[in-house]
């Protein structure tokens, strides 16, 4: 994350100054705008409300900068501070949540599609009239409208993955796989796929 210089040496500055003239306090409104413009971009992302915060307080101390208040102007400066620490902050929680859900959608793009075929040739391959003793009608039925309702949820998975949009394509990626896996043992794929794997020998 990129580091964002603070204001508070100026502020302290001043205070020794004795709460600054017009022309510390419109270096101080300087800086604060230099802070929120360099950050508006990426927290309008990853931390709108907290964004919205600092711009309050910007907006106050530039009121009162043309009110001619510089003294207000000061007194704002700890609090905007304050508010800035707590939007860096949460820009970087944000981005260590995407550089996870990055991760994580990897692993899911790469397991789930091929999870979703495996299941969609169980179901082709099951017929009504001659089910294995542990899959019921009832059972094959619904696998049915759940794989298709898992079609579905992958493919907003993917359409939000290419928005760039990881963190959302992560968690419906991760319920994708969760009703593959109760699927699987629904339909009896993995005990499909023990019987049918090569035996070892010792």
Known sequence: ???????????AAMMIAGCGSRTTAQSVV???????????QEAEVTAPEELKTVQGTLAHMKAGFEDRDYKLVVNDVPQ?????KTLKEAMANKQGEAAQ???EWSTLN??????????????????????????TKDELATAKTDLEAMKVTWA???????????????????????????LKTTLGIN????????????
């Open 1 to 11: 994350m990129k580091l964002y210089q603070a204001v508070l040496p100026l502020a």
């Open 30 to 40: 300087g800086q604060a705008e230099g802070q929120v413009a360099n950050v508006q």
């Open 80 to 84: 905007f501070n304050a508010q800035m």
């Open 101 to 103: 859900a990055m991760q």
């Open 110 to 135: 790469a397991e789930v599609p091929k999870a979703v075929e495996e299941i969609q040739a169980r179901v082709d391959s099951l017929k009504a009239n001659a089910l294995p003793k542990d899959v």
């Open 156 to 182: 907003e998975a993917t359409a939000a993955a290419s928005a760039g949009n990881t963190v959302e394509a992560a968690n419906k990626g991760r319920t994708v796989q969760t009703k593959a896996n109760e």
């Open 191 to 202: 005990e499909q796929l023990a019987s049918t794997a090569p035996a070892t020998t010792g």
